[in-house]
């Protein structure tokens, strides 16, 4: 218990997934290609991000502290990554898949989640374009640094898939300094 709240207070030393970084990167965004891996999902709707993210968090921990079929608690990871599908208008609810990594060593076997609204997702391969930034992020951040990277990604002529996007976070709210942020717009891949 005690490790796992200090991985969450201070969000150094988590496994990451792996990803193979393109040679050429844009001037503001990298180019990431993320292997197939396993992550722990769960999906909710809603009419504003931020409160969907935190309660889909909270369902997420509860599973990494033992809240699974086998008991077995689970090592933090990161990023906690958000899937926005957006609605169809401006008074649409949108979809929010919120997501741990599952580390290494339940790679293979993860356990299985009691909790019906929690599901382990299995990711194939993709590549994103990937925009960082600092600071606490919220609603109105995630939306402008989006913004940039689209404004980015058309300024380069790249194919890319508008939505879903990715908001990824890397640290604690207990982490004051060299905060790290990231949205993740997918490749388009051609035909």
Same mark, same amino acid.
Do not use: Q, T
């Given at each position: 218990m005690l490790k796992a709240m200090g991985q969450v207070l201070f969000s150094?030393?988590?496994q990451n997934p792996k990803f193979t970084a393109a040679e050429k990167q844009g001037q503001d965004y990298e180019i990431r290609t993320y292997h197939a891996t396993k992550w722990v999902s769960t999906t909710l709707k809603g009419m504003q991000m931020d409160p969907a993210l935190?309660?889909?968090f909270r369902r997420l921990f509860s599973y990494i502290q033992g809240n699974n079929k086998n008991k077995v608690k689970v090592e933090m990871t990161a990023p906690v990554s958000g899937r926005v599908d957006p609605g169809a208008g401006p008074a649409c609810e949108s979809q929010f898949t919120v997501s741990f990594y599952i580390p290494e060593e339940h790679q293979e076997?993860?356990?299985?989640p009691s909790d019906p609204e =929690?599901?382990?997702?299995?990711?194939?391969e993709f590549t994103a374009y990937v925009r960082t930034y600092g600071g606490f992020s919220n609603e109105n951040t995630k939306q402008q640094e989006l913004l940039k990277l689209l404004e980015s990604l058309q300024r380069d002529g790249v194919p890319y898939i508008d939505h879903p996007y990715y908001v990824c976070g890397y640290d604690s709210p207990f982490k004051l300094t060299n905060r790290r942020n990231e949205v993740? =717009?997918?490749?388009?891949e051609q035909e």
């Open positions: 150094s030393g988590l935190s309660a889909g076997n993860p356990p299985e =929690v599901f382990v997702e299995h990711r194939k993740w =717009v997918l490749k388009k």
